[in-house]
C-alpha cells in the first residue's frame, strides 16, 4: 500500500492561510481523482472538499467559498488552499488520491491512496 506524502500543516491565527499539499510517492502516474478530509478531535472524520475525475469540485457548506483544491498533474501533487481559517477548522486533515500508473510488465494498476495526516491549528 502506497501512502501518500502530506505537508504544509502548522499553527496559524484565525483569518491566515495555509496551503496543504499531497503528493503522490511514484513518478509517472497520473490522478484521477481527490478528495480532501479532516477530523477534529472528538469528531468524526468528515468530507471537506473533492476533486472528481472531470475536475468537477465539491466543498462542505462551513468551506465553501475559503477553501479550494486543485492539482498539478506534472508534480503529481494535490492542493488544498485554506483562506479565512477559523479555530473551528483544528483539525488533522487527510488527503485521499485516486491515482495510477503503468506497472514494468504493462499492467495497469489502480490505486486509492490515504496521507498520513497533517494537523492544522487555527488559533483565536
Known amino acids: 500500500q502506497e501512502q501518500l506524502v502530506e505537508s504544509g500543516g502548522g499553527l496559524v491565527q484565525s483569518g491566515g492561510s495555509l496551503r496543504l499539499s499531497c503528493a503522490v510517492p511514484?513518478?509517472?502516474?497520473?490522478?484521477?481523482?481527490m478528495d480532501w478530509y479532516r477530523q477534529a478531535p472528538g469528531k468524526a472524520r468528515e468530507l471537506v472538499a473533492g476533486?472528481?475525475?472531470?475536475?468537477?469540485?465539491t466543498h462542505a457548506d462551513g468551506v465553501r467559498g475559503r477553501f479550494a483544491v486543485s492539482r498539478d498533474n506534472v508534480k503529481n501533487t494535490v492542493y488544498l488552499q485554506m483562506n479565512s481559517l477559523k479555530p473551528e477548522d483544528t483539525a488533522v486533515y487527510y488527503c485521499?488520491?485516486?491515482?495510477?500508473?503503468?506497472?514494468?510488465?504493462?499492467?495497469?494498476?489502480?490505486?486509492?491512496?490515504w496521507g498520513q495526516g497533517i494537523r492544522v491549528t487555527v488559533s483565536a
Open positions: 485521499n488520491v485516486k491515482w495510477g500508473y503503468w506497472s514494468d510488465d504493462g499492467n495497469r494498476v489502480e490505486l486509492s491512496s
Open positions: 511514484r513518478s509517472g502516474s497520473s490522478i484521477s481523482a
Open positions: 476533486m472528481a475525475t472531470d475536475g468537477r469540485t
